[in-house]
């Protein structure tokens, strides 16, 4: 008995043993075959090699740089090769970008560039798809695989109503919550009961002013602080359009999260506050409303509205000559950002607390110089209020024949991967398939939804959900784009039109090796300025061939990134191909593309 073990719990027969009949003799098992050895490698195994064959041709000259054993070893083991772009892009049937002497060819173009550069550097608003010289190609679904469209149980035609992204930006403090939570008020989006509960809990906290900003703070550290700190989103609707909004924060050190909501919107409603003293310190040095006001127009709202909030303050009162001086400042500066004042800014006074001006006009013996000035079409604007204002602006530009251009702004899973993202460009359907960028990995298409609601369809400006069949989530990254034929470039090296704005302390000057986080749409990624090829100070003086560049001076530079981020060039698809570079909490430069390395012929 003692070779038994008094820890075992439960016996097992050997899988060896043989099956014991009563009667019949013991024996003991034999023992297991020895494994065959394994056949040796011959030479042929690795020597039959196609020398035509092109996978052969790219491992052999482009990575191996003609190192033949070299080349036998990495053509054994296919999923090592995944690794090297140039075999990724021959996968893909894509053109991989030229090397060598091209290379330098093209750096060679930025010198070409330079000399027919207008002299305004400003980022120009250009139309979001691609202009009358390039036809934008219609969204081509694979040919090979005739794949029905999705069944979706109560698919949906998305709402005729036009939709806009409405990102509320601004100085701390300056009232965004409290307007954007008034506005689904007067909406009816949030019930009087509710809006009881909010003022009970501001009214514990001695901020009796604050419960309308609790519409849109809905978590425990913003109501303690009365700062917002990530973008709120909401939705209301009017009779003639539907509107998202996103509620950015102010606070300087949150700004890469309104950089996040600021890149989604088509309009971006800028909250000043009239208070004295208030005004001037978001508007002076270090305050955010300049910085929010750049970032803007950089991101790409189509239109900039001006709300000059707390008009009802004591120290304000509706009083125009206070509306006027603050007119007077931020004119010159929206358009040094790049706005056209006359077409695109209008500015209209409010108050986000009491709601005058929001929805219903004030009354005029409260502000009875309003009514003339709107009439008149003073301050760009024909309509007494904000709401009716945003009803009546038109975005131009929205090509629903386009190629699909869905940047990934967040992902999920549920039941499969499912990406976050607003429809730049194009038409997008369940059943069709699409390509994801810079991956290039082709999926299907399982659903789209707004909200949660499935579509059969969703057109440009649209907010939406794509469920990628057969996608993972370390498939699907912030700052991807999902595409259709042609898709767009992926590439880590680019020759840009910038204008710096401000420069770290470290920094004082503007050079080749300058490095900041390069922002564009959705995508983060660390960037290097390599080269400056020219630059033009603020008398217009053009310096060819410059080694620095200051604050206020244009400059056409080459940038590289850490990594490929999928971009296109700006007059082609302007929402591609704009971007911010920051660095030590400052918004450096504000830029676009110009010009993407060529593709192999």
Known sequence: ?????????????????????????????????????????????????????PLWQVVLNKICNGDRDRALKLIVDPDSLTKYPEVEALFAGDDVVMKGDAEEDWEKQGDDLAGKVEEQMVIEEKSAAAPASVKPEPAVEDDEDDDEPVDVADVVEGDPREHLNLVFIGHVDAGKSTLSGNMLYLTENVDKRTIEKYEAEAKERNRESWFLAFIMDTNEEERAKGKT???????????????????????????????????????????????KGEFEAGFDKGGQTREHALLAKTLGVSYLVVVINKMDEPTVQWKKERFDECL????????????????????????????????DEVDPKVCPWWKKCYENGDNNTTQPTLMSLLDSLELKGREASAPVRIPVLDRYTDR?????????????????????????????????WMDETPLASARPGENVLVKLNGAGMEDVQKGFVICTKPACRAVDKMICQIMVMDLPEH???????????????????????TKIFETTDRKGKVTKGAHFANVGMKVICMIELARTVPCEEFDNYAFLGRFTLRT??????????????????
């Open 584 to 601: 030590e909490g400052k918004t450096c430069a504000i830029g676009k593309i110009t010009k993407l390395p060529p593709k192999k012929d």
């Open 416 to 448: 499969g991967t499912i990406a976050m993202g607003k429809v730049e460009s194009g038409t997008i359907r369940p059943g069709m398939k699409v390509i994801l960028m810079p991956t290039r990995n082709v999926y299907k298409v399982d659903g789209v």
């Open 1 to 53: 008995m003692s070779g038994f073990n008094p820890n075992a719990t439960e016996w097992k027969p050997s899988a060896a043993a043989a099956e014991w009949t009563p009667g019949g003799e013991f024996s003991a098992p034999a023992p297991a075959p020895k494994p065959a050895p394994a056949p040796p490698k011959t030479e042929s195994s690795v020597s039959d090699i196609d020398e035509s064959d």
């Open 507 to 529: 920094a004082k000057i503007f050079t080749a090796g300058f490095q900041a986080i390069f922002h564009a749409h959705c995508a983060e990624e660390e960037a290097t300025v």
């Open 328 to 359: 007077s400042k931020l004119k010159p500066f929206l358009k040094g950002c790049g706005f056209t004042i006359k077409s695109e800014v209008k500015f209209l006074p409010i108050s986000g607390l009491n709601g005058a001006n929001v929805k």
């Open 229 to 275: 700190v990530e973008v709120g989103r909401a939705r209301f609707e009017t009779e003639v359009k539907r509107y998202t909004i996103m509620d950015a924060p102010g606070h300087k050190n949150y700004v890469p999260n309104m950089i996040m909501g600021a890149s989604q919107a088509d309009v971006g409603i800028l909250v000043i506050s009239a208070r």
